[in-house]
């Protein structure tokens, strides 16, 4: 009996020490105000104790928000979707029980507002989880900078509760998955939008045991598949106010399209309004067919052929009954500095505001920045390239060496824009991925 206490009692001072040795705490250090446009610095302040197994801090950055690394104490810094990550993996925490990391935020000069900046680190701890956040967030006041403000963060959250719903003119339907010919699963999705032309994004969750590939064809579109989401991201939208896009699903082994039922896959299309809000459109399953070519978008692939558009196949590029404009109307493009010829140029920003082109030397853009206005929009270029291929690469050079994510290929006709496929047309130029 007394043995069987003395053990009970060694494993409450072992469970005792244990408690406060891994005791966790996190503390974040910012200013409290900062002006729109300028910089400034996060440190966080983690004791972790003795944990040294596979461990993160995250948070979530506000609109407007670019971080960057400063000391991650041999962490993998990641930014994406507006989530700062960084990864510990085990054996790779720093030996001191107490450490900081540090990172710097560039600050959009168009946003102000209040804003919380809070975080979580979380850690495995002998074969347990565990995770800790900040006793005190950080509430961060934005001051107005130079450039008026679009709307105040705050603002924006409050129009998206209030305003953010979709117009009854635009909707999105996901034709039920199907077997081509070749045996292939085909998911073709429709968006309506009627005249809706700013930025755009089709997302789509794929369900496990299937993976998703571009079955669309078009250098004005982004696609990615990533953490079982498919994504169709446009900078501007399609010009047809009826467009289809279309994915492949890949199932693995063992998987079919029996296993994708009705509800398998969820979507949602989002469009930002005229008050710069985002509005989400959920994507509709129906039994319909969206292969029909008076549906098909300009560069819908479905078996190779295109109906009233352009597509490329195998590097050639050719246009079946399809008809553009440009250089008039709405779709009138200015350029400050003239030019003749077809050119290709990576754009790195649109505001409705007349930015500063100073302004993106705070995005570490190290090149002279273009202005041109074109659909309303103050749009920002960078580069002149007579080759789609060298344009392609500078846009990648720009993804891998600055906080812009969204810089694309544009390109221009004696000083108006045209569409790259256009471009390519005229140059018999290829097209690239």
Not at 165 to 180: D, E, H, K, W
Not at 380 to 387: C, H, I, R, W
């Amino acid at each position: 009996m007394f043995k069987n206490i003395l053990i009970i009692a060694n494993l409450v001072v072992i469970l005792f020490f244990n408690f406060f040795e891994n005791d966790v705490s996190v503390t974040i250090n910012a200013p409290d105000t900062v002006t729109a446009g300028d910089t400034f610095i996060v440190e966080v302040v983690i004791n972790k104790g003795t944990i040294n197994d596979f461990s993160r801090f995250t948070q979530e950055m506000p609109l407007g928000f670019f971080p960057s690394p400063l000391e991650s104490k041999g962490g993998d810094f990641r930014f994406q979707d507006q989530k700062l990550k960084i990864l510990w993996y085990k054996g790779g925490l720093p030996s001191d029980a107490e450490f900081k990391i540090s990172y710097q935020i560039v600050v959009d000069p168009t946003i102000a507002g209040t804003v919380v900046l809070d975080g979580e680190f979380s850690y495995v701890d002998e074969g347990s989880t565990g995770r800790k956040g900040p006793k005190t967030p950080i509430m961060l006041t934005i001051l107005k900078g130079d450039i008026e403000p679009i709307t105040t963060y705050a603002d924006n959250l409050e129009n998206y509760k209030s305003s953010a719903v979709p117009s009854a003119n635009v909707s999105c339907t996901r034709q039920r998955p199907f077997t081509n010919e070749a045996g292939e699963i085909i998911v073709n999705v429709m968006v309506e939008k009627n005249n809706i032309n700013s930025y755009g994004k089709i997302q789509e969750t794929i369900p496990e045991g299937f993976r998703a590939v571009n079955n669309y064809e078009s250098p004005d579109v982004i696609f990615s598949f990533k953490d079982k989401t498919a994504k169709f991201l446009w900078m501007t939208l399609p010009a047809n106010d009826k467009f289809v896009v279309s994915y492949k699903l890949i199932p693995d082994a063992g998987f079919g399209i029996d296993n994708l039922g009705s509800g398998a896959i969820n979507g949602e299309f989002s469009y930002v309004d005229k008050n710069d809000v985002t509005v989400p459109v959920p994507i509709v399953e129906k039994d319909v067919d969206l292969s029909d070519p008076k549906l098909l978008a300009v560069g819908v692939s479905t078996g190779g052929t295109t109906t009233g558009g352009t597509t490329t196949t195998g590097g050639t590029t050719t246009t079946t009954g399809g008809t553009s404009s440009t250089g008039s109307g709405e779709n009138k493009t200015t350029v400050i500095d003239p030019e003749t010829g077809v050119s290709y140029k990576v754009q790195i920003g649109a505001y409705k505001r007349n930015l500063d082109v100073a302004y993106f030397k705070t995005q570490k853009v190290n090149e002279p920045v273009k202005k041109i206005l074109h659909n309303g929009l103050n749009k920002y270029l960078v580069g002149k390239f007579e080759v789609y291929k060298d344009a392609r690469d500078h846009r990648v050079n720009v993804w891998n060496n600055t906080p812009i994510r969204d810089a694309f290929v544009t390109a221009y006709k004696d000083g108006e824009r045209i569409t790259v496929q256009e471009a390519l047309m005229i140059t018999n130029d290829n097209w690239l991925q």
